[in-house]
């Protein structure tokens, strides 16, 4: 049963069907379609559309068919081209004639998009929770690893020492911005469209601020034809999962480059590592490689959903169903990586000691530059005086703490015997102390901030 | 002269230092460096590392390397690899080694980006203001076309009368979306990452709050590490960007299909449209058409922003500074898009009567099946028997108000004398009256509402 | 049971499985990768790794597992991560621990890309099918509307008047540089990694060009590290569907704009159309709709591919897991949209009428300006010439053949009343007769060089 | 002077003509331009359209055009709004009337097309060259360092010894490849659009195929609303540089790893690396991480002229003006970084020892396992008896060859003192000797290969 059949004079081509059918993804949103179909039931009641038993049973009817899908007992017919479809042929078929009644004054443009918000809405909520969890996994790593020192790289290069809880808290700052985001795309996405019809609006009167009430929904979309049309907030999400997977990528390459052999800085638990099936020894970090590979999966999904978007004259389109699969790809790939990506930090082996030997004195050279500075050498030249000093070092392949001071002080009287206190790691790394350096000190104060702002985040309060 | 130069055994390659150099597009960004410096000179007076005098002459050179760039009487040198190597080699020169001392706890790193935000907080402040101007362009067509009713269309089919103000103020909130995203875009990057260093933080105690105050930032960027890497606030651009292409696009794609001679409802002013090198009696929509291809330039700047992000190890890499180009022609495009939009807007010249014409009685088929559901028809029952009645009158060639009662009644009896009433363009568009409809009362609310709004958004008070 | 686990001293995290696990969609691969294995099981044969009777019964045991599969008997263990453990699982209980000596000198690297070329391979011999049967209908289509005349467009305003098989026949030319990319990607896809083994080649003596030869491979790969990691093959598939796509829609944007009721020009079959839950009149032309909204999902596949691929170490990385469901989904699409642009062309209803009333004189000012290059005026004045005529007809209101000669000859004294002659939309037409011009003779050679071009393609002589 | 301006009855708003305005960029196809102008007057003499002595003074002009442009001679107009006007202005100026019969038959449509693709095939030409410079370095390069073993990796673990060359020859085929791709990207550009006019084809007898063999295109576009439109080959470039992006990120990534001091497997030459302002003892691969970070930007392009391509309707929508800038910023980009990456190579120095003791007897588990299977053990088995002894050497904390022989006998009684001998990274490189192995000998049968096909490509042969 085609809902729009009776005019056509022909069957549709059943490759046709097949091409239009969206069925199979939008099953997942029969429990958002279904309430809101009540919710407009009981509007249509309000209005004086549906007598007060009508909507009774019309919403009796819908709590079957919730039943029914949420045991599995549903039967589809392959003539279902879409679960709003298939909601309401079974409801017709629970209640009889009245179910006809349910669709008055309504379109499936703003039913259809009422519903994706309303999952989109509860998909964001646990989202947030797994966010959260992420977050939780790094302040408690790094509020235990306070006392590591890792070198720190730029261009992967040793560039200065940090406190390896520094490194990681760094993330920390980065996904509490994807929660921001998150908040945001919530609150776009809490608009309601209902009782835009099919792109004119509502004639029967219906209060559609109740309804958003009904609904749960924070506001009212205030135009009927960019309430059907508009998925920005189907954009608003694959985006924020873009950035999202810019700080995943980046986590999962440095641990991954971490793994090596020739690094060893640390080791991914084998519950988050997988073998090779020609050699045994093998401890692969397949889930950050994965992690890191889904970027791209999420990345297309954004491009491809503004190229889809891109030109379509106003209001309602079919290209427009092409929106949910990458929706709900992009929900899925995120809401699994999520507590992945907690469990591999959570059980992340750390290894002090291989850190310990891979730092190298050439990463205090700033450190050096500061102490001429001290002397009242200008910065520009006291960095190319070091810059010499870390030459000299390297053609008699020595250590800087290793070079006599006579050679330093070929190259700037101004270096003395206390240089070589300088060159010491822990006090480099305890100098920048200063908000958001990497001195202990700095990294507590980051640490408490977090624990405060996820107390916020865990009660709700943002 | 390459400041990091000293401990270098060849000279770079020519085709390298071309290949690295960004001056060609980060010249643009003096004003903003210049101002960091200013600011970094007095955070380094305040923490006592540079002497207030020491500060006061580097200031004053910066002003005098400021005030060449902006007359032109700058002269940039081949080594010169972009500006901020430009106006310290030129601050050192006018200053003498005291401008050596200005880059003392600083690093490119962080000096960059925080040139990089203030410059893109300036960029958005603008952004706004023609924002607004478009947001106001459309208000005011709205509130002037009010009494004009056009064919709604869904799948480029006409579906319902709407009016044309209606379809008009849709974009509004398309854009009202874009200006709460837009200030969400500057609220992130106001956070400064000064005095970060080259990743770990600041060993001189340099004060990054009394920095921020100074510069205008909002808050402090937490962690060294994520400070020097973070470029989401580029991205938030660039998909905020991408949003509003959306947007555009729409718009332009629904005039240009409307500028046909075929449709003829409006025509762009010539000041918008030109003519053709062969075909001298064409009026081409070419900046409609250009705003509509400019999409895809911007979604490209969006897939490539993130494919370079992608899998980047933490802190500074050299891949970051392909942030800026896509960043500057996505600020560039945007700002000449949004006047000409406007000007298109105000200038559209809309032909009601070629509007008028083309309504057909087939769009208020709906119309009919409610009149048959105030008959207590369920609507899907009514919904098919006018489809009946649709193809009725198909096939005898008529409208639906020239056809007879009699066939009316031959499909339901239901129908009677009344019906005729209901097929009334006005009258279908009056009817949806409820929130966010088409009726003419519907839509001076919205124009109310969007008034008060935009008057907010004028006063700065969002 | 995981092939790779002993050596695990934790259980893998149950998300983690589901991560990681790829049996969901490499399924379809199952033909393959059975085929692949024989083959392999036949060269460890020939290399003297397994003797004939070992090679005969695992040869066996493969094709009950294959048998078992087609029929749909074989039954999936939760521990089947991907169809080649499966496979490689069943046939160990089969045939007993011969079936542990498969995989001898292989590895998953070089089986897993072997068995997605031989299906890449089959696919892509589908597809060229359903390319030419979409080229047929093009060109049978074209050549039964010989004598339609239709206004041609620029910037979707009216420019000269052309055949509607010409119109028709560009697509034909699109859809034959795509067959011309599909065989170079075909060509490309048939070159053999097996023998590769997990990156460093094969130390078994494995003859590859005798695999080669017999898994139907046109080359060997040449180099083992680029064998395992190679997946140009995938990206150039998703390129070629994305330019395919770029025609697909530019020929449903033609038809959807043609198919509104204010051009009229077409009209799509039911069997293509769908209509409207709320509004009984409509015919969406949904299919192309779809086929539009499409190119999205492969332009995003595309770009999706190409950053996971950005970056990656040489070899094999678990990232390269992602290559296969943007590759399977692509073709999918493809596969179906084919077909469906086929029935489309092939059932389109054309409406000589309609386009003959909206040709509009205005289209015949090249002709005009031509008329007057022939009366010795340069093209660039007559050019502008003619734009006067234009404007005088349109500010009297009248078409170009109701002008009077008088006006005419005001402009420009070189026009005579054989003028009038030139305005005449046949004529204009058949006058561009040069190769791939409009004129109808010019059309006729088009289409014969396409049978001729679409009977080698059927004959597989290209 | 706009050329088609005479209708219109208000000037170009200034915005509006520096958004249309395309002179900035396409200023570059200045020569292109004028070549395919002067075959133009070639064909419209030849077709009886100018007279002889007309083409001479046109041509004569176009000449005196071009020196003036190749010598920076020529003075642009604010009115110039593209390359095509600006030469058609500056010939009139020179020739008088006569030059304004040089458009005569042609529009800008097909003129543009023709320019940028005679423009891309001297790109090409050049492209190429570079391309092969870069294959010639590595055969070099791989050839000099022939004895060189290392760690091979998959996952970024060690897994199998391979030779550093076999390992840089990998790069060789891909880039073949690339060679092949950009071969066939040629040929589909070397097709003539000039002729079509605006859309609808020439009216004027002129001779394409003639114009064709006068500009040297391979053959005629046949139906000229293709001609106008097509711009498959600009995309076919820039996915062409989309997956040379691929390559040489991958190449660049890997050698950034090497580059780090924890692996030290190669150093980046100074002339390919920069310093640090802050850090003056970093070595920064800064060449390597913009190829990498490059990628973004060409895929980007490749996404963004997709979309922009995306649902314009057929022959010229003034969107197509977008194709442009992308593809120019591609070859340039590519342009610099072929000879870039040659150099790299060319310079690279390659560590012998720190390559030697990075590798781990583990690497030799596969030949370990495969001493089993020669003893009959089935590969399954085998495979994860030795995941035992790896994981045995690991709790001893010793290497594969330090275990005792009884340690190995308690695991599997096959064990025999010579499995010593497998132990060996030298011998297990030497046993990879099938076709495509790292063994020395089948390295050397590659770059044979790979010297045969360079000379090819460099004869023109291909």
């Known amino acids: 049963m085609k809902l729009w059949g009776t005019r ?9 069907h097949q091409f239009n059918a969206s069925l199979s993804f939008d099953v997942r949103l029969y429990d958002e379609d279904i309430r809101g179909s009540m919710a ?16 009774r049973e019309i919403i009796a009817g819908l709590e079957a068919v919730l039943s029914e899908l949420a045991t599995d007992a549903f039967v589809f017919d392959p003539a279902d081209e879409d679960i709003h479809t298939a909601v309401e042929r079974r409801l017709t078929e629970l209640v009889g004639p009245v179910g006809g009644k349910l669709h008055t004054g309504r379109s499936r443009n703003d039913q259809v998009t009422t519903a994706l918000r309303l999952y989109l809405l509860r998909e964001i909520a ?35 020492p940090v406190l390896f809880g520094h490194w990681l808290m760094s993330f920390f700052w980065r996904f509490q911005r994807d929660w921001d985001r998150l908040a945001e ?33 924070a506001t009212v979309m205030e135009n009927s034809v960019d309430a059907v049309c508009d998925r920005d907030y189907v954009v608003d999400l694959i985006a924020w999962a873009s950035l999202l997977q810019m700080h ?18 640390v080791q991914v638990d084998d519950a ?25 999966r999420i990345v297309g999904h954004l491009a491809g959903t503004l190229t889809t978007l891109k030109g379509l004259p106003s209001t309602y389109n079919k290209d427009l169903q092409e929106d949910k699969e990458a929706l709900f790809d992009t929900l899925d790939t995120v809401a699994l990586e999520l507590p992945i990506a907690a469990g591999v930090i959570r059980t992340l082996k750390v290894d002090r000691a291989r850190m310990a030997a891979a730092l190298d004195d050439s990463m205090l050279a700033t450190d050096l530059a500061d102490y001429l500075v001290r002397r009242k050498v200008p910065f520009r030249q006291s960095h190319r005086l070091v810059g010499r000093v870390v030459r000299r070092a390297e053609e008699l392949q020595v250590q800087l703490r290793e070079l006599d001071l006579a050679e330093y002080q070929a190259i700037h009287p101004g270096f003395a015997q206390d240089l070589y206190a300088v060159l010491d790691f ?18 507590r104060i980051q640490i408490e901030q977090a624990r405060m702002i996820l107390e916020d985040s865990m009660s709700g309060a943002v």
Do not use: C
């Open 8 to 16: 056509f004079t022909k069957t549709t081509d059943s490759l046709v």
């Open 40 to 55: 407009w039931a009981r509007g249509l009641s309000r209005a004086g559309v549906l007598t007060q038993d009508e909507a």
């Open 126 to 160: 646990s989202l947030r929770g797994s966010l959260v969890q992420l977050q939780v996994a790094i302040v408690d790593k790094a509020a235990a690893h306070l006392d590591i020192i890792m070198p720190g790289y730029t261009h992967l290069q040793q560039a200065q």
């Open 185 to 217: 795309a919530a609150r776009r996405t809490s608009a309601l469209p209902l009782g835009a019809g099919a792109l004119a609006g509502n004639p029967l009167g219906v209060d559609r601020h109740a309804l958003a009430v009904d609904l749960g929904f």
């Open 248 to 265: 995943l990528s980046s986590l999962a390459e440095d641990i991954i480059i971490w793994s090596s052999s020739e690094f060893g800085f």
């Open 272 to 296: 988050y590592a997988t073998g090779s099936s020609l050699m045994p020894q093998k401890r692969n970090p397949d889930s950050l490689e994965l992690i890191r590979g889904k970027s791209g």
């Open 426 to 443: 822990q006090r480099s790394v305890e100098s920048r102390d200063a908000r958001g350096g990497t001195a202990a000190a700095a990294v």
